[in-house]
């Protein structure tokens, strides 16, 4: 049984109600296909920070509930570089696997060629300390344009709603139920084919909510060690932007197992971050 005060239940209820809306609207009216589709799942993104400010307003906690200071640095550099790192490694263990094809670049002759994604400094062949830069900056530079949006749903998931859970329930609970309200929180679009179109219902119900979960996980240990929302702003930059990379890798006739690999990534992930959380706390 989740605590939460009553008015926090109503917060999540608006923010749900006004994401499905706009979802839906944008769904009914061709998707993806739809002109105003970018603008209406953009404005999505920020409902959850601006549901959480206007509730800090209201009931005059004021501003400064949410963790907006540094915190500890480490993990500012954490949220940057763990995606990147995960997103390069799972690219090549991946493809060395089996499991996906790498159509992201090619290794020939100690060399990066047919590189297939924007890369900051080039494309063109380069040697592999050079690519590795390349990858790195690349990386951090996605992370930081993309956080641009990711901050109004981190302002309110772990900024204002992850507090708010820690508050009344166990680190297990507040961050599985923060995981699955987020993971849900996508359900009109994941269940339209958004992420998942051929098994759209399997995604919806079954491979998104779970992957939100352990992402919680991941989240909540950047979080919760440094004191400060920005990690996860950085953190869900990346992973909305140089992970696509590996979440778009060529399954072939495998795609289901593909994106069960990717679930079993983050399950690795997460188990490992939720472990060190509890370290530290009680579960």
């Not at 996605?142 to 998931?157: D, P």
Request: glycine share 10%.
């Amino acid at each position: 049984m989740i605590k939460l005060e009553k008015s926090v239940w109503l917060y999540i209820g608006l923010v749900f109600l006004l994401t499905y809306t706009l979802q839906i609207i944008a769904i009914a009216n061709g998707g993806e296909d739809f002109a105003l589709s970018p603008l209406f799942i953009g404005l999505t993104m920020f409902l959850p920070g601006i549901g959480a400010i206007m509730y800090l307003i209201k009931t005059k906690q004021g501003l400064k509930y949410i963790n907006w200071r540094i915190g500890r640095p480490k993990f500012i550099l954490l949220s940057v570089l763990l995606p990147i790192v995960i997103t390069l490694m799972g690219i090549v263990v991946f493809d060395k696997l089996g499991l996906g094809f790498n159509n992201v670049f090619s290794l020939q002759n100690g060399t990066i060629k047919n590189i297939e994604i924007p890369l900051f400094l080039g494309t063109d062949e380069q040697s592999i300390p050079f690519f590795l830069l390349n990858f790195l900056v690349t990386g951090i530079g996605f992370s930081v344009i993309t956080s641009l949006l990711t901050i109004g749903e981190e302002i309110g998931w772990r900024g204002f709603l992850q507090k708010k859970l820690l508050e009344k329930n166990s680190i297990f609970k507040s961050l599985t139920f923060l995981g699955l309200l987020w993971g849900f929180w996508h359900f009109p679009l994941i269940v339209n084919g958004f992420n998942f179109p051929e098994y759209p219902i399997l995604g919806a119900f079954l491979i998104f909510p779970l992957m939100t979960v352990f992402i919680s996980y991941f989240f909540g240990w950047l979080t919760i060690n440094s004191k400060s929302v920005w990690p996860a702003v950085f953190a869900h930059g990346g992973i909305n932007s140089i992970m696509i990379f590996l979440f778009e890798m060529d399954f072939g006739d495998q795609k289901l197992e593909g994106n069960f690999s990717l679930l079993g990534l983050w399950v690795i992930i997460g188990m490992t971050s939720f472990y060190l959380i509890s370290k530290k706390r009680t579960i």
